[in-house]
């Protein structure tokens, strides 16, 4: 199981943008949906699709938080052909944040925003080897920015099988981004790989609620771990949610309750939903005593 999954909080397009995304790639496939009733959010779908090989989970769960650049997903490609494939999708009723052209660090990039606000850089990789097809990528701006090197040396101590990549730095003419800081660096959490950035320029947006990362955990003990070392905000606690020192959100979620929510009893599904949603950490002997009652 993949340790750690990208989370994508929707108002109510979860279905059909899973469907959209799962399009984009060969060998997607759609792994769980589920519907959760009687939550805040009133009905909520949850869908749990492999892109590319990787696991995302999406969520329709009302107009409570909007996607920003501030995490966007770089899609490594082995052509210019499909970058061009790639960008004509997600361009459709997007907007470019930076145009599909040549730059000096690929023969064909643009930075697009899709029809639903997700952030997406589609790149020419050239002859560089593609590990991984979709990554993560983190951009610290405003109060944030220049706590890109802060932030990742500070991940890769919290999560195993990690390591930091290649770190390349602004010069002195970069302004208004200050020298030294990261233009680009990529970094493996779990054996999956990320990338971060600091951005000085003027940005309207910061990291939110709306793009997390699901950590899933098989015992009480990594839940506590996890959750003493990642959440620096108590006001954002809130069933299994937390935000690290750097206003990024994480969910420290236990395995078993993908069980749990895949089960077809109503019964105990409401059972273990009005328990979770009274949790800050999650504690999975009271969700298993509620699942069993």
Known sequence: MQKIVTHLWFDKEADEASKFYMSLFEGSKLKDKTILNDTPSGSVDMITVELAGQEFM?????????????????????????????????IENGAALMGLNAYPFSEKFGWVMDKYGLSWQVMYMGDFEIKQKITPTLMFVGDQCGNAEDAIRFYTTVFEHSSVGNMYRYGEDAAPDKAHTIQHVDFVLENQTFAAMDSAHE?????????????MCDTQEEIDYYWD?????PEAEQCGWLKDKYGFSWQIVPTIMNEMMQTKNATKLAQVTEAFLEMKKFDIAELIKAYEK
Do not use: D, Q
């Not at 940005?203 to 950590?215: D, G, K, Q, R, W």
């Not at 070392?229 to 905000?233: D, E, F, Y």
């Open 203 to 215: 940005h309207n947006f910061t990291f939110n609620e709306a793009i997390s990362l699901m950590v």
């Open 58 to 90: 999406l969520l329709s769960a009302g107009p409570l938080f909007k996607f920003t650049p501030a995490v966007s997903f770089l899609i490594a490609c082995s052509s210019v052909s499909e970058v061009e494939r790639l960008w004509g999708k997600l």
């Open 229 to 233: 070392k990642l959440s620096a905000v």
